[in-house]
Nanobody
């Protein structure tokens, strides 16, 4: 059973940091591209960041460049999203997704259930 489980969300003040984790089970993540998406209330889901297999390529949405960092630890079958300098507009449910292509792509085959991130004072 292929499964992605996000964790690390929560309530944080503006300017704070969180690190999201995406634990993968049921397959070896080494050859998969991993992405983070988010969806705020009343808005469409948007891509936040992605990382190719091996970590050689990463992409970020303009809104998070310089603040968020995506990484992966294939030995732990886990991907991460380090989020710094958080803003209220970063409030959303964050999802991780995986693609067997190994690349950053537009469509992903496997999705987690999401973790809530709320940035508020």
């Amino acid at each position: 059973q292929l499964q992605l489980v996000e964790s690390g969300g929560g309530l944080v003040q503006p300017g704070g940091s969180l690190r999201l984790s995406c634990a993968v089970s049921g397959f070896t993540v080494d050859y998969y591209g991993i992405a983070w998406f988010r969806q705020a209330p009343g808005k469409e889901r948007e891509g936040v960041s992605c990382i190719s297999s091996g970590g050689g390529s990463t992409n970020y949405a303009d809104s998070v460049k310089g603040r968020f960092t995506i990484s992966r630890d294939d030995a732990k079958n886990t991907a991460y999203l380090q989020m710094n300098s958080l803003k209220p507009e970063d409030t959303a449910v964050y999802y991780c997704a995986a693609s067997p292509s190994g690349l950053c792509v537009r469509k992903y085959d496997y999705w987690g259930q999401g973790t809530q991130v709320t940035v508020s004072s």
